[in-house]
């Protein structure tokens, strides 16, 4: 066992509990974190194989780190997005809940512009 | 087992714990709290594996934004209408699947080959032509360069996304609530104090990038942050976002990288190419750019659509 | 130059169809209904027989071709489709047609012209779509709650077959690997897929000509569609289904199994058609019905001749149904006509279109008689000619029931327009009466003296006076018949609508299901799953 | 070893794949820099002129016989990025700037900034967002790179989910966060099969992985989950959760963007992923999953449609049916020794189908924004009469229904024969019943919109409120589109066959 191993199945063991989160949790700012998390123990994982292809001269392989950079800020851009969605749907609806929608394709005409 | 192993076990078992209460916290706001934890656990752990580049984002980003961020939708969220649990059958057909889609990656994780491939020599062997001591920088600003600059217009669109949210006659108005100047409150003085700082750090960041740990997203996080505070303590408040100096703040940084890269057709022969010799100074000239920028779109996301009457 | 006209006689149609978008020029869309077929009536004048064009342009070459059962079968059914126009616009009385109206004919015409010139599957595929699925537009126009129906059933059951026949289609042409029809039928025999394609085209065709049990369609359709479009759906439009199996079923190879099977089913329907149609009221129902009992024995002619492998059959069946498309095109013309003459007159109307409905029966010196010695080589003297008689007995009965209807019914519907609807339709029952003559020779090589022969015109005339003493004993029975709905067993349709009321609200409560974010996520964690696994198993 | 083959080469005309993606996203910028009504004249600006890149991309396509490839930055992969248009690519392109453009002049009545208004919110999230969608499409569909392509995918993301929620219901704000969830699971899935790719092989450039990949367990769970991440966000049947609420609740503009062209985007990399990066998937089981889903996709979603009382999720349910042919690809292209003439029929097929479908919803979506602004409903028993009142709309949705239920001379038939031919030359009879099945049930729910709109409404219909004759042919031209692909396919199987190894070097040029 070394530290490569360890992180590389702590990643995987992370993006578990993520996954679990977005599946079973109904609070959808619960499942943005799950996401979250998820996402976490993804990078890490690309942090592993980054580590592993630590080379001339380098701690690590520069490719991955940098791609993980990028994912971070995309994670946060769909963050951002999706918070702002939630506040506006509880302003208007006093809740939260995504499995409505099921039942929205009864609702009246929509008025559509 | 070594020392070094010793400390990373226990950062894992941190990081896990993190994870762990991030899921089965009892309320949103816990779980929020958890994750910001769990963000700086994993960015301890960037630096066990030589990344402190993506240490010091996840700890700005990961961390930070992205936790606070909802930490702040957990307080607003508070009195949301809760759906029932998910059913028993649901939680452990959930809790099978993604153990077993856990173990499938673990498995994959164990069978990566030996030895295993890297760029990392690549990344060096090309770095000097862009004058650059930062491979990771190289690879962000020259190798990946695109990836860079679509990366700015997701957050762009990000932030679209969220203006238009904003009900029509708010168009054009300020994002979030007035904050009253409170002189006496030690969040004003922090205001005052911090952001000069904070400031001149996050310059800092910027500019040793281009050969240590830093560039220019980690220094925009950090100017952002320190705006975030000023908006906070009064001192200052969110543009409204309307103003053309603010649109123009937005996408300077991208369009500055599109029109240096589209120039490289002209001058150094190939989209997002950059001439010898001059690698460098037009690199930082992008990053300069591209940190405020970032810094621009950061707040405005942190800030949310628009709340108050548009100017006249 | 003649062959251009093969290439103008379906385009013609479409060409005016799409010009007939623009409004003004639907002003004139009566003339362009009468206009718009004689390319293709020139075209079976003057283009040689077996001429060959080939279109080169889109993904495949369009090829056209004209051969004997081809030109016979275009020529009349553009008599028809002209008589029709002619009729369709003069009892508008000098209101325009509408758009719809217009633009669904002129396709329907270039669909009709394009199944008997088409030699490669593509364009017989697109031209036979054609003459299917615009004609819904026609049926529906006179937009009753009866037409709508109607329409939905036709539709539905065109759509069949168009999916039947384009199943049937590819496993032809993987077959012969080929889109010319002659190349892919020469490789039919020795497909490994031989029954499945032969199942599927005789389906897919069976659905135009409404082989039992796939007529339903046919009685509510020409029940509800004016008189025109009724006229050219039972007299052009059907014989696509015809000119279908004559091209697609390969005569020349012995098939018995298939060839016994298509001839029994159709024999089974040509009696069956006239049993529920004897039943029936309105003059157009027992027309229709009618028609499958005609479509029956012409899918018994075919039967024999697969079974036979005689390629003859297609001649013969080609002049059997022209004869059909100019006598019952003339025969709903005359339900037409018959409904703007007084009483009193009716008899000008109701002489020829007996003489044209006993035609049917196989009255002697008719066309009708003509067909029916044209095909009794390819059935034979044995228990089939014998039952194929018995029809033409059965068609005799339908027919004077038809006639008697008729007489009865003035005033049923189309009550305006004025007596120059005749014009059109005098001009067709003569060529009804006429035309059959001059292509008798053509057809089967024989001389019409043959016809003349008075062992042929008692062979003829048996089971016509059979078919009359019939008719007497219905007159007396007339109260005990039962009485079947339009479409007979359309009505089994009733048990068919719970059942799919039932799969669609299942499907609603699956998709219920299926909406919850943990159901659908966790299919998709178990897919991952599967396709690793299914990645990994078969390494 | 040996170098690498030509094709990964840099060819002449490169540069035209930089200005396909990068004239959208500098249209993006401005538009954002200069807002108000500036946003609409840049969105009407770069339609011609992307417009143009993407014909000049096919033109080159079609002259040279090579794809073009481009390196960024000059740097070859694996450490630089490569841009590469093959055949399908080229076609996907032309597509997306067809329908982009049509859609934009469509859309400009829906979304003109008021009079007296210095900027409005819908018009300009609208206009900036459409080149947003093309810009990101162009990235789909021109990257060579695994990363890249999930930014591309995300910026796909984000430009659509705010135009589902355009309008501000509450509902359409649920469909946009559910949509926008759902998504961001299928790209933490994407992400993660990315890493692992990167771990064993040391690039992501799919033209290099395609010479290294084995498959081996890490190679296989990374496949595997990419495409599962992929069909989350392409919503194959049962993973459309999303779709429905989503474009039926989107403006009617909105609508025709995401499902003609959106959901088209993760598609195409499933089909770069099996049979670009991964090679020899399609032999496998794995294939005949994806074709069972397809198969799923294509009844479930045409029974739903059948029972949609109203018309916009009538024809998103639709997209979910017709977005099952698609996957009907994998089990028919795959096979050891599969004759070249079958393989070229399965990407006709496969290619065909997406573009008519695309040409055919974006008009059927459009044509139902028209018919639901004349009547101020959508209802699908309300429609009576609609014949009489929007002629040319009714006309148009007619012939795109045409090309849904693959009747000639569509460019849906033409998809539907060349996949019933691939199924029987492969002997794989289910698919050929499938496609039978699921022509009948389009039959069907086509005919639930033209029917009633032939007909005479029961009462004369209230004011109407006719469309402008504009956009009335727009809607007609989309759907004109989709039906001549059948007859005049415009040369697309030489183009198909360009670039992509397993067909071309069959096709006679």
Request: with cysteine.
């Amino acid at each position: 066992m070394n530290a490569e191993v360890l992180f590389g199945l702590a990643g995987a063991v992370l993006a578990g509990l993520g996954l679990y989160g977005l599946v079973a949790d109904p609070a959808p700012l619960r499942k943005l974190l799950a996401f979250n998390l998820l996402g976490g123990g993804v990078f890490l994982v690309f942090g592993v194989v980054a580590r592993r292809g630590a080379a001339a001269g380098l701690g690590g392989d520069p490719v991955p780190q940098a791609l993980v950079i990028t994912g971070l800020v995309v994670a946060f851009a769909a963050t951002a997005l999706a918070v702002a969605l939630l506040r506006l749907l509880f302003e208007r609806t006093g809740q939260t809940l995504l499995d409505t929608a099921a039942q929205e394709r009864t609702s009246p005409d929509q008025a559509d512009g | 087992m070594t020392m070094g192993l010793l400390l990373d076990f226990f950062l894992v078992i941190l990081a896990l714990a993190a994870g762990w209460w991030t899921i089965g916290a009892k309320d949103s706001f816990g779980a929020a709290v958890a994750f910001v934890a769990y963000g700086l656990v994993l960015a301890l752990i960037w630096v066990r594996i030589a990344a402190p580049d993506v240490a010091l984002t996840e700890a700005a980003i990961g961390a930070g934004l992205t936790g606070g961020m909802l930490i702040g939708a957990s307080t607003r969220l508070e009195s949301a209408k809760q759906a029932t649990r998910a059913g028993g059958v649901t939680r452990r057909l959930a809790i099978a699947l993604s153990a077993l889609v856990a173990a499938a990656l673990a498995l994959a994780v164990l069978g990566l080959p030996h030895p295993p491939p890297s760029l990392a020599a690549a990344a060096m062997a090309a770095l000097p032509p862009t004058g650059l001591g930062n491979p990771v920088t190289g690879v962000l600003l020259a190798y990946r360069a695109v990836d860079t600059l679509l990366e700015k217009v997701v957050l762009i669109l990000a932030l679209l996304g969220t203006w238009s949210l904003a009900p029509d006659r708010l168009w054009g108005g300020r994002p979030g609530r007035k904050e009253r100047r409170n002189a006496a409150s030690p969040l004003t003085l922090l205001g005052q104090v911090l952001p000069p700082i904070g400031i001149v750090i996050g310059l800092h960041i910027l500019w040793v990038g281009a050969n240590e740990p830093g560039g220019a997203f980690q220094g925009g996080t950090i100017l952002a942050a320190m705006w975030m505070l000023a908006v906070m303590a009064g001192l200052v408040d969110v543009p409204a976002i309307s103003r053309t100096w603010l649109r123009l703040l937005v996408v300077a940084g991208p369009g500055l990288f599109l029109i240096v890269g589209l120039a490289g057709f002209v001058v150094a022969g190939g989209f997002l190419a950059y001439p010898p010799g001059f690698a460098k100074p037009l690199i930082l000239l992008v990053e300069v750019v591209l940190t405020l920028s970032v810094a621009a779109i950061l707040l405005l996301l942190l800030a949310g659509p628009p709340e108050r009457e548009p100017p006249r | 130059m003649s062959e251009s006209l093969l290439v103008a006689a379906p385009a013609l149609p479409l060409v005016l169809a799409v010009a007939c978008l623009w409004r003004p020029l639907r002003e004139w869309a009566g003339g362009l209904l009468i206009l718009a077929p004689v390319p293709a009536l020139a075209a079976a004048l003057v283009v040689r027989r077996s001429s060959v064009v080939t279109l080169q342009h889109g993904l495949v070459p369009i090829t056209f071709a004209l051969d004997v059962p081809g030109a016979m079968l275009l020529g009349v059914s553009a008599l028809l489709w002209i008589a029709a126009g002619a009729y369709a616009c003069l009892r508008r009385c000098g209101q325009p047609l509408g758009g719809q109206a217009v633009v669904c004919w002129l396709l329907t015409l270039c669909g009709s012209v394009g199944v008997f010139i088409a030699a490669d599957m593509a364009s017989f595929f697109m031209a036979y779509a054609l003459v299917s699925l615009p004609a819904w537009g026609l049926v529906v126009l006179d937009d009753t709650e009866r037409a709508h129906r109607a329409g939905a059933i036709y539709v539905a059951f065109a759509v069949l077959g168009e999916t039947l026949l384009l199943i049937g289609f590819a496993l032809l042409a993987a077959a012969g690997d080929s889109l010319l029809i002659r190349d892919a039928l020469a490789a039919l025999p020795h497909s490994p897929w031989r029954g499945m394609t032969l199942a599927l085209l005789i389906a897919g065709f069976g659905m135009k000509i409404a082989l039992i049990p796939l007529h339903v369609w046919m009685p509510p359709t020409y029940r509800a569609a004016p008189i025109s479009v009724a006229a050219v759906l039972s007299g052009a439009a059907v014989k696509a289904g015809v000119i279908g199996l004559i091209r697609f079923l390969p005569l020349g190879t012995v098939l018995p199994g298939a060839g016994e099977a298509l001839a029994a089913v159709g024999l089974f329907g040509a009696f069956y058609g006239v049993a529920i149609g004897v039943t029936q009221e309105h003059p157009k129902t027992i027309l229709a019905y009618s028609s499958v009992s005609q479509m029956g024995v012409i899918a018994a002619v075919l039967g024999m001749g697969l079974g036979a492998g005689d390629g003859g059959a297609a001649t013969a069946v080609a002049f059997y149904g022209a004869q059909h498309v100019l006598v019952k095109g003339a025969l709903f013309l005359a339900v037409g006509v018959a409904a703007t003459n007084s009483r009193r007159q009716l008899w000008r109307v109701i002489v020829p279109a007996a003489v044209l409905a006993l035609g049917l029966g196989g009255l002697p010196l008719t066309g009708g008689a003509l067909a029916k010695l044209a095909v009794k080589g390819v059935l034979g003297g044995g228990i089939v000619g014998m039952l194929a008689n018995l029809s033409a007995a059965a068609s005799t009965l339908l027919m004077i029931h038809f006639v008697h209807r008729l007489a009865g019914s003035s005033a049923v519907e189309d009550a305006a327009g004025g007596r120059e609807l005749a014009l059109p339709w005098l001009l067709l029952a003569a060529a009804a009466v006429a035309i059959p003559w001059l292509l008798f020779p053509l057809a089967t090589g024989g001389s019409r003296l043959a016809a003349l022969h008075p062992v042929s015109i008692w062979a003829s005339l048996w089971p016509v006076l059979i078919g009359a003493g019939l008719a007497l004993l219905r007159r007396q029975f007339e109260r005990r018949l039962p009485r079947f709905p339009e479409g007979d067993l359309l009505a089994l349709g009733k048990y068919a609508m719970p059942a799919a009321m039932r799969i669609g609200e299942a499907s609603e409560r699956l998709e219920a299901g299926l909406s919850r974010w943990p159901v659908a996520s966790l299919l998709l964690l178990a897919a991952a799953l599967l396709l690793g696994g299914g990645i990994l198993i078969a390494r | 070893m040996m170098a690498p083959a030509l094709p990964d080469m840099p060819t002449a005309g490169g540069f035209l794949l930089v200005l396909a993606i990068m004239l959208p996203i500098a249209g993006v910028l401005l538009q954002f820099m200069l807002g108000g009504r500036q946003a609409e004249r840049i969105a009407l600006l770069v339609m011609p002129a992307g417009l143009a890149v993407a014909v000049a991309v096919t033109a080159a396509l079609m002259l040279s016989g090579r794809p073009l490839v481009y390196h960024l930055g000059n740097l070859a992969p694996p450490l630089g990025l490569a841009l590469r248009a093959d055949g399908f690519s080229a076609l996907m392109l032309m597509t997306t700037a067809l329908i982009v453009s049509a859609i934009g002049l469509f859309a400009r009545a829906d979304f003109a900034t008021p009079t007296g208004t210095v900027e409005a919110r819908a018009p300009f999230v609208f206009w900036t967002l459409l080149l947003a969608l093309w810009g990101a499409l162009a990235v789909v569909f021109l990257g060579q790179d695994l990363f890249t392509l999930y930014v591309g995918l995300e910026l796909l993301t984000f430009g659509a989910v705010p135009l589902v929620s355009l309008d501000g219901r509450a509902e359409t704000l649920t469909a946009a966060l559910r949509y926008l969830l759902f998504a961001l699971f299928g790209s933490a899935l994407f992400l993660a099969g990315t890493v692992l790719f990167y771990g064993e092989y040391g690039t992501l450039d799919i033209a290099l992985l395609a010479t290294r990949t084995h498959p081996d367990t890490t190679s296989a769970i990374a496949v595997a989950m990419m495409t599962a991440g992929l069909l989350a966000k392409t919503a194959l049947f049962p993973f459309h959760l999303w779709l429905p609420p989503a474009h039926a609740g989107a403006p009617a503009p909105a609508s025709a963007l995401l499902s003609s062209l959106v959901v088209k985007g993760p598609f195409f990399l499933v089909v770069r992923l099996w049979f670009g990066a991964m090679p020899g998937l399609t032999d496998l089981p794995a294939a005949q999953l994806l074709g069972a889903l397809g198969a799923g996709a294509v009844l479930f979603g045409s029974v739903l449609a059948l029972c949609q009382p109203r018309l916009k999720p009538l024809i998103a349910y639709s997209t979910v049916a017709q977005l099952g042919y698609l996957f009907l690809m994998f089990p028919l292209a795959g096979g050891v020794g599969l004759p070249a003439s079958v393989r070229m029929a399965v990407w006709t097929g496969g290619a065909v189908q997406a573009v008519s479908h695309a040409f055919a919803k974006a008009a059927m979506f459009a044509g139902a924004g028209l018919i639901g602004q004349a009547l101020g409903h959508d209802r699908i028993s309300g429609l009576r009469g609609v014949g009489r009142a929007l002629p040319v709309t009714t006309f148009a949705v007619a012939f795109a229904g045409l090309s849904l239920m693959g009747l000639p001379p569509s460019g849906g038939f033409m998809a539907k024969w060349l996949l019933v031919r691939a199924s029987i030359a492969t002997a794989q009879w289910w698919w050929a019943a499938l496609v039978f099945a699921g022509g009948l049930l389009a039959g069907g729910y086509i005919f639930r919109i033209i029917a009633p709109a032939l007909s005479a409404p029961e009462k004369p219909l209230p004011a109407i409120r006719t469309p402008a004759r504009r956009r009335e042919v727009v809607v007609l031209a989309l759907a004109l589109i989709s039906v001549l692909l059948g007859v005049v396919p415009f040369g697309l199987t030489t183009l198909l066959a360009v670039g992509n190894p397993t067909i071309a070097h069959i096709v006679p040029r």
